[in-house]
């Protein structure tokens, strides 16, 4: 639940402060990241979201910084199931999205593709400023 929220609050932040549109590399690369980022939220979202269901599905209580939260729902061992299933997917798909994305920034550094790198850590965008001067 805690990582639910920790998304929920990401997103806001995106939504807040969008992340700036990096030019630098080609037009496959770009819809490339952007499809896969898209991957990785979704299942940052609905991991969470599948965890809590099959919990609520168990015979077991749900407690949440051992606070106990209100069953929703009887026990239902194929639900239970479902849910199961779907939250081991979601975690090799997120786990493939992640080597994926840790893929392509071993290639930028290894292009030494600053300007893409720049974009990703704030120290580096400091210094790129600094470089350029006022």
Do not use: D
Not at 94 to 123: D, F, I, K
């Amino acid at each position: 639940m805690t990582l639910g929220l920790l998304w929920l609050a990401r997103l806001a932040w995106l939504w807040w402060r969008p992340a700036a549109p990096v030019h630098a590399i080609a037009a496959w690369q770009r819809a490339a990241a952007q499809r896969n980022h898209a991957l990785l939220y979704l299942c940052m979202g609905l991991l969470p979201l599948t965890g809590l269901l099959g919990s609520g599905f168990s015979p077991y209580p749900v407690r949440w910084f051992s606070v106990e939260l209100p069953r929703w729902s009887a026990p239902w061992p194929e639900a239970k199931a479902a849910c199961s299933l779907a939250h081991e997917w979601l975690a090799w798909l997120m786990l493939a999205g992640v080597a994926t994305h840790l893929a392509g920034v071993v290639c930028h550094v290894l292009r030494q593709e600053r300007s893409v790198l720049a974009s990703m850590l704030p120290s580096w965008q400091e210094r790129a400023r600094e470089r350029r001067g006022p």
